[in-house]
T-cell receptor, first 116, second 112 residues
Framework: SAVISQKPSRDICQRGTSLTIQCQVD?????MFWYRQQPGQSLTLIAT?????????ESGFVIDKFPISRPNLTFSTLTVSNMSPEDSSIYLC?????????????FGPGTRLTVL | GENVEQHPSTLSVQEGDSAVIKCTYS??????FPWYKQELGKGPQLIID???NVGEKKDQRIAVTLNKTAKHFSLHITETQPEDSAVYFC???????????WGAGTKLIIKP
């Protein structure tokens, strides 16, 4: 399975500021995903990031608020813009499988964001 | 829209006993069903998955069963241990799509 790291692991930010979260994978993958997990809740998909194309956003999430970059097959960033306390969540990066493994998603450790 | 219902929301079992978590899905085209374990402060970890052409899959103390007719799948953990305490999530694929529809999660508590 892929090994995924995220930076930062946690942060406390002031409202109105922006935070960029990095996701690094140890192998090349086609599909990368960004999720939000609010305290005590399930996972909600924000967007799918494919290399070389615009990210695909889910209903309720927009590019202006959550811009995503995917410059190559092992790295992606998610920016949370103009933050408010409602953005306090865990942000998770996941990747799909790898060579010969479809569907299976593997997750990074998450970024715990608190907005004051 | 598609959804996945997961029960119970909290499950407390005595160490050594078995635990069963159940999920029901609505999309008859779903063909992939993973289970994840999430420990406090960590990302979800895949523990077992099953595809629609298989009725049961086992990996040591963990097993998953799938009933396509009833659109129902379950996670079985036998001989539970303290380290099994965590939140468990089921998910179902959106048809044969790569996207997953997630259950609400089950907090499993193993009592010593």
């Amino acid at each position: 399975s892929a090994v995924i790291s995220q930076k930062p692991s946690r942060d406390i930010c002031q409202r109105g500021t922006s935070l960029t979260i990095q996701c690094q994978v140890d192998s090349q993958v086609t599909m990368m995903f960004w999720y939000r997990q609010q305290p005590g809740q399930s996972l909600t998909l924000i967007a799918t990031a494919n290399q070389g194309s615009e990210a695909t956003y889910e209903s309720g999430f927009v590019i202006d608020k959550f811009p995503i970059s995917r410059p190559n097959l092992t790295f992606s960033t998610l920016t949370v813009s103009n933050m408010s306390p409602e953005d306090s969540s865990i942000y998770l990066c996941s990747v799909e499988g790898g060579v010969g493994v479809t569907d299976t998603q593997y997750f990074g450790p998450g970024t715990r964001l608190t907005v004051l | 829209g598609e959804n996945v219902e997961q029960h119970p929301s909290t499950l407390s079992v005595q160490e050594g006993d078995s635990a069963v978590i159940k999920c029901t899905y609505s999309d008859s085209a779903s063909n992939y069903f993973p289970w994840y374990k999430q420990e406090l402060g960590k990302g979800p970890q895949l523990i077992i998955d099953i595809r629609s052409n298989v009725g049961e899959k086992k990996d040591q103390r963990i097993a998953v069963t799938l009933n396509k007719t009833a659109k129902h799948f379950s996670l079985h953990i036998t001989e539970t241990q303290p380290e099994d305490s965590a939140v468990y999530f089921c998910a179902a694929s959106k048809g044969s799509n790569y996207q997953l529809i997630w259950g609400a999660g089950t907090k499993l508590i193993i009592k010593p």
